[in-house]
């Protein structure tokens, strides 16, 4: 096991199995999941052949404890193959409506939450601007409606000579460094719902390990969240650019034990549509998502990645029954995101996850 990991555990389990004493204020909390998925790929003949793959996705173990104002929040995962965290940090409630992050954070960029309904996420997640967490300290400020997030994020939460990570971060020979984050959304309420606005800015180093020397990179997203009863719009457009020192046209990305390409340069769309359903059985929600990402570099080819699916909850039990339609797209029959690929092909699987959360 890696060092920093066999650490992370080692503290995590000391500080769960530690007894708290203290006069004041004590909530704590211990968690998790356990999870199975079940894959078909139209690109895949062994896939074809076999009729998909049935086996183990992940387990996660959690610990959310707080004493008066002072807290720590810790998600740690096991996969096939590899393991790490997810979140792990500590925080303080300066007051009703501020709070300081330290440690593993939530990157505040784009919409709050999820720019996805599905288990396979959006376009944004396979290019590292969605549920991405890294290593910094973050400020979330509520005031009437607005909420207001600033970060200062050092790095990823591990170093690019590792694929075993829950978010997708740049590896190999360039590396994020120095990271400015900041997020403002503002929440307009509404007879069923609310309309949520919002716009987000990044902007950071990118350091060369062989020309040891930075780049520069940066993003910006506009998000809206619509809510009305049972229904939910949310659309985002997010525009990056990663100058490295060596002028690349694509960055090496890993996450969770793969590693792939993307545009240095793109813009991406993302527009989603939802309805729930409560029912006697659980909740049921339908819901599609589509993502397109359009990189600016010569011979580049647009991405495509549209997800059509059914999630369903009762009690602990959650599953997810996506149909995933790609075109030059990774995870669905794609090289990456955003390469030359002009002859790529519609590709489609099909993917449904089944878990148990506690």
Same mark, same amino acid.
């Given at each position: 096991?890696?060092?920093?990991?066999?650490?992370?555990?080692?503290?995590?389990?000391?500080?769960?199995?530690?007894?708290?004493?203290? !006069? %004041?204020?004590?909530?704590?909390? =211990?968690?998790?999941?356990?999870?199975?998925?079940?894959?078909?790929?139209?690109?895949?003949? !062994?896939?074809?052949?076999?009729? *998909?793959?049935? %086996?183990?996705?992940?387990?996660?173990?959690?610990?959310?404890?707080?004493?008066?104002?002072?807290?720590?929040?810790?998600?740690?995962?096991?996969?096939?193959?590899?393991?790490?965290?997810?979140?792990?940090?500590?925080?303080?409630?300066?007051?009703?409506?501020?709070?300081?992050?330290?440690?593993?954070? +939530?990157?505040?960029?784009?919409?709050? *939450?999820?720019?996805?309904?599905?288990?396979?996420?959006?376009?944004?997640?396979?290019?590292?601007?969605?549920?991405?967490?890294? %290593?910094?300290? +973050?400020?979330?400020?509520?005031?009437?409606?607005?909420?207001?997030?600033?970060?200062?994020?050092?790095?990823?939460?591990?170093?690019?000579?590792?694929?075993?990570?829950?978010?997708?971060?740049?590896? *190999?020979?360039?590396?994020?460094?120095?990271?400015?984050?900041?997020?403002?959304?503002?929440?307009?309420?509404?007879?069923?719902?609310?309309?949520?606005?919002?716009?987000?800015?990044?902007?950071?180093?990118?350091?060369?390990?062989?020309?040891?020397?930075?780049?520069?990179?940066?993003?910006?997203?506009?998000? !809206?969240?619509?809510?009305?009863?049972?229904?939910? =719009?949310?659309?985002?457009?997010?525009?990056?650019?990663?100058?490295?020192?060596?002028?690349?046209?694509?960055?090496?990305?890993?996450?969770?034990?793969?590693?792939?390409?993307?545009?240095?340069?793109?813009?991406?769309?993302?527009?989603?549509?939802?309805?729930?359903?409560?029912?006697?059985?659980?909740?049921?929600? =339908?819901?599609?998502?589509?993502?397109?990402?359009?990189?600016?570099?010569?011979?580049?080819?647009?991405?495509?990645?549209?997800?059509?699916?059914?999630?369903?909850?009762?009690?602990?039990?959650?599953?997810?029954?996506?149909?995933?339609?790609?075109?030059?797209?990774?995870?669905?029959?794609?090289?990456?995101?955003?390469?030359?690929?002009?002859? !790529?092909?519609?590709?489609?699987?099909?993917?449904?996850?089944?878990?148990?959360?506690?």
């Amino acid at each position: 096991m890696h060092p920093l990991k066999l650490a992370t555990l080692l503290a995590l389990t000391q500080l769960t199995l530690t007894p708290l004493v203290h !006069a %004041a204020s004590q909530d704590i909390e =211990l968690g998790g999941f356990v999870r199975a998925n079940y894959g078909w790929k139209d690109y895949s003949d !062994a896939s074809k052949d076999k009729g *998909g793959d049935f %086996a183990f996705d992940a387990m996660s173990v959690t610990f959310d404890g707080k004493i008066d104002d002072i807290g720590v929040s810790v998600d740690y995962r096991f996969a096939s193959g590899l393991n790490y965290v997810k979140r792990a940090y500590g925080y303080m409630d300066v007051s009703d409506t501020t709070q300081v992050q330290v440690g593993v954070v +939530k990157v505040p960029f784009g919409k709050p *939450g999820f720019i996805s309904n599905s288990y396979w996420f959006s376009t944004n997640y396979y290019l590292g601007f969605e549920d991405n967490y890294d %290593a910094g300290v +973050k400020v979330v400020h509520h005031w009437d409606r607005w909420q207001l997030d600033a970060a200062f994020i050092k790095g990823p939460e591990y170093g690019s000579d590792t694929l075993d990570r829950y978010g997708a971060d740049i590896i *190999g020979d360039n590396e994020e460094t120095n990271q400015l984050n900041l997020r403002a959304v503002y929440s307009l309420p509404l007879a069923d719902g609310h309309l949520n606005l919002g716009g987000s800015l990044e902007a950071g180093q990118l350091y060369h390990a062989v020309e040891e020397d930075n780049g520069d990179r940066w993003a910006a997203a506009l998000h !809206a969240d619509w809510v009305s009863g049972p229904w939910n =719009l949310q659309a985002q457009v997010t525009h990056y650019q990663y100058n490295s020192s060596d002028d690349a046209d694509t960055l090496t990305v890993g996450v969770v034990g793969a590693a792939y390409d993307i545009a240095s340069e793109a813009t991406g769309y993302n527009l989603n549509l939802s309805r729930r359903f409560d029912t006697r059985w659980g909740n049921i929600t =339908l819901y599609n998502d589509y993502g397109l990402v359009v990189p600016e570099g010569q011979d580049q080819d647009d991405s495509t990645q549209n997800v059509l699916g059914l999630s369903f909850n009762r009690g602990p039990i959650w599953a997810y029954f996506d149909y995933i339609v790609g075109n030059n797209m990774t995870f669905a029959g794609g090289p990456g995101v955003g390469l030359a690929n002009p002859d !790529a092909p519609w590709d489609s699987r099909i993917n449904i996850n089944v878990g148990y959360y506690f």
